[in-house]
């Protein structure tokens, strides 16, 4: 689907930022444990490293260098997504009308002095109208706070105990930043407030109930549209002091060594997991010798090598990449890792350590490509090698 100019301008306003879906990424790649550890504690650090975020630095770095375009969003999705934050705006005012002003916000960066990188896009902003013990905390009338809204798949919702547990650090990290950046401008924005909203069945956690729910919201009156979302949505709050003293210096530093990263042209290891299918495209552009030999050879267009015909058509390319692999590993590791490998080849058949590996007569680059992998080695000759020559010979 086309990107609409509205959706095209804040894509690209997007590229010269580090917006707050991103900022998880930025200080994961950027922060040392101990770092984290320092400013979070060590129970929080442990669970923050272990979750997973939205992007990979990988992919973050490709995509703020403009060498990777952001993936569509499904139309479904960000409508239901932006009514969802409508839905949150009128139930805060709705549900909290004595002790809450709430207002949405339109899908746009905004930008703050906190860092040249900073920026974000914040759902819905709120006042407090009067002092209020919401939520285990103490707030103060004239308080203000950023609100985030997110929408949670009904599995993953009871995988993960949302109702009773604190949501994953990303998101609150998320939160944190778009309201430290607030903070900065103004100091009553002292509370980062995340709502998130489930479907109150699994039957409901569909395309059709998400397309009824924007059209209640776009055409009913209020107050019918409200009773039919809370009757099919769970709508839940949290409500966090805004963490300037611990939170904001840590993320000042990973702006800055990410600001570093990017005029410096440090591109970070990929995930070779996550970014399996963005490393093969890059390999697919800067090798167009392996796209002609898998064309010649296998008959396939798109540069990937069935692992099938790897090991049983071509095995002098596979037993060279495996013989490589074991004189670049410590034996007993390598002996460990490979037998591993070749069980899970339909995930991947090398890991990280192998991707750019080289010596003075061999280079080798491999990466999972689908149900195959793309790989290129180069061998120089003896001549070669000792002249300092580019290696002609190309499989």
């Not at 407090?128 to 905390?137: E, G, P």
């Not at 650090?169 to 980062?192: G, L, P, S, V």
């Not at 009156?221 to 949505?233: D, R």
Request: glycine share 4%.
């Amino acid at each position: 689907m086309e990107k609409t100019n509205e959706e095209q301008d804040w894509l690209e306003a997007r590229k010269k930022i580090v917006g707050a879906s991103e900022i998880s990424a930025v200080i994961r790649h950027t922060i040392s444990k101990d770092e984290l550890i320092e400013a979070m504690g060590e129970q929080s650090a442990t669970s923050f490293l272990s979750e997973t975020d939205f992007l990979t630095p990988y992919e973050l770095y490709h995509l703020k260098k403009g060498t990777l375009e952001s993936k569509p969003f499904s139309p479904v999705l960000s409508e239901f997504g932006h009514k969802m934050e409508l839905y949150a705006e009128r139930y805060l005012n709705n549900s909290f009308d004595d002790i809450i002003k709430a207002k949405c916000q339109p899908q746009e960066v905004l930008k703050s002095d906190l860092h040249k990188l900073a920026g974000y896009t914040p759902d819905v902003f709120c006042e407090f109208t009067a002092d209020v013990f919401l939520k285990s905390r103490d707030i103060k009338k004239g308080d203000k706070a950023v609100v985030e809204v997110k929408t949670i798949n009904y599995f993953t919702s009871k995988k993960d105990n949302v109702d009773e547990n604190d949501l994953s650090f990303q998101y609150i990290i998320q939160n944190q930043y778009q309201t430290i950046q607030e903070y900065h401008k103004d100091k009553d924005y002292k509370w980062a407030i995340q709502v998130y909203i489930t479907p109150i069945d699994s039957k409901h956690d569909n395309d059709f109930y998400k397309g009824k729910a924007v059209a209640y919201l776009d055409c009913l009156e209020l107050p019918k549209a409200m009773e039919w979302l809370q009757a099919h949505y769970n709508i839940n709050i949290k409500v966090y002091p805004v963490y300037n003293k611990t939170l904001k210096p840590l993320m000042l530093i990973a702006l800055d060594r990410w600001d570093d990263i990017l005029e410096n042209n440090k591109e970070p290891l990929p995930s070779f997991v996550r970014d399996a299918e963005l490393i093969s495209k890059n390999f697919k552009i800067a090798m167009p010798e392996i796209i002609s030999y898998c064309k010649v050879k296998y008959g396939v267009e798109d540069g990937c090598i069935p692992l099938n015909l790897l090991e049983n058509r071509d095995s002098d390319l596979y037993d060279t990449v495996k013989i490589y692999h074991e004189k670049c590993s410590e034996l007993s590791t390598l002996k460990k890792e490979t037998e591993e490998e070749k069980a899970k080849f339909k995930d991947m058949l090398l890991k990280a350590k192998i991707l750019g590996l080289d010596d003075d007569r061999f280079s080798l680059k491999a990466c999972k490509s689908g149900k195959g992998v793309a790989i290129k080695c180069n061998f120089k000759t003896t001549e070669e090698t000792l002249s300092g020559k580019i290696a002609t010979n190309k499989y």
